[in-house]
């Protein structure tokens, strides 16, 4: 949802401040198999919870050294699309579905599938809003030889723990997308190979009914058409922007944590590193001139590109739906 912590903030301020609603993308919260297997740890089917993983995709290194730079298309205003990142030599490989391996612009597959697998976690640990108060590196965490492109972890490794002793370990595996929760009577688990029907340690939790009076999760069978219904209802959707920006933290914190290669210790309620002043200097980052961010006003401020933000925004409005 956000590059950064900071930005994170910015956007729940400007959702806040204007009244607009904000549904992040992260559609595995109108999934029915996904809202199933919550409700049953919500329910206590697999007893006290002890250890969730999240299971992210690997990605590749991009052009090797000696990587030369390439003229950008004709139409293509990439100073535009660059927005507030450093001006650096074009590549066809820093856009589009690449953009997300380069650390100027994205968090690797740690906030691309990661961000998926940690948001269903977050979900069914009823976290959403909150998070961890402990991240980690792990002996796996690969990243791309010096002097290739790309810039973000190829193989991600991480560990985290919740204040209530819930242990989080994310990690690069195949078949690459997955969230598994164990507990003392079992574990379920959702992954990219039984994305129709929840996997569970035993029969009995796999196919336990849920009583009328238990915990129900709200319903949503469609991302996009719950979203309309807010945008007409004005209520939030079924993953508000808090939702989004807590799940993004967790992303940019284990980001943080792997190259520093220590144990960080997070406060969840002020957003803040305790007592680690260089980890605190990365959850916000410059803006090339002339973006900024107003207070609650997630918008560029600047008079050269007035009319190419406009042919921007009516552009993507043809694609994608995000704020209203």
């Excluded at 006290?48 to 298309?73: H, Y």
């Excluded at 650390?103 to 009823?126: E, P």
């Excluded at 980690?136 to 991480?158: I, R």
């Excluded at 190979?193 to 999760?217: G, P, Q, W, Y």
């Amino acid at each position: 949802m956000s590059l950064t912590v900071h930005d994170g903030q910015q956007m729940i301020k400007g959702v806040r401040k204007h009244n607009r609603i904000l549904q992040t993308g992260s559609q595995y919260h109108s999934n029915k198999v996904v809202r199933c297997m919550c409700e049953l740890l919500r329910n206590g089917r697999i007893g006290e919870v002890k250890r969730v993983v999240c299971i992210f995709n690997s990605s590749g290194t991009g052009p090797g050294p000696g990587w030369q730079e390439k003229p950008a298309p004709a139409g293509f205003d990439y100073n535009m699309w660059l927005g507030p990142a450093p001006m650096v030599p074009y590549h066809s490989d820093r856009c589009f579905y690449r953009f997300r391996f380069h650390l100027d612009y994205s968090g690797g597959q740690v906030t691309n599938t990661g961000a998926h697998s940690t948001d269903i976690i977050q979900w069914a640990l009823d976290m959403d809003g909150t998070g961890p108060v402990e991240f980690g590196n792990q002996p796996g965490v690969v990243w791309p030889p010096k002097g290739h492109l790309y810039t973000t972890a190829m193989k991600t490794d991480f560990r985290a723990r919740y204040a209530n002793g819930i242990e989080f370990n994310c990690r690069t595996q195949e078949p690459g997308f997955g969230a598994r929760i164990e507990g003392t009577e079992g574990w379920v688990q959702f992954s990219v190979n039984f994305m129709r029907e929840v996997e569970a340690s035993s029969d009995a939790i796999k196919n336990s009914v849920i009583a009328a009076d238990e915990i129900h999760l709200p319903v949503s069978e469609n991302h996009y058409q719950n979203f309309i219904h807010s945008v007409k209802s004005r209520k939030d959707p079924i993953e508000p922007v808090e939702a989004g920006h807590s799940t993004a933290s967790i992303c940019h914190l284990s980001n943080i944590a792997m190259p520093l290669k220590r144990k960080l210790k997070w406060d969840p309620e002020k957003e803040q590193f305790i007592n680690d002043d260089e980890a605190n200097q990365v959850l916000q980052r410059p803006y090339r001139a002339p973006w900024e961010i107003l207070n609650g006003d997630c918008m560029p401020t600047f008079e050269s590109y007035r009319g190419s933000v406009k042919t921007t925004r009516q552009s993507a409005s043809n694609q994608v739906i995000a704020l209203l």
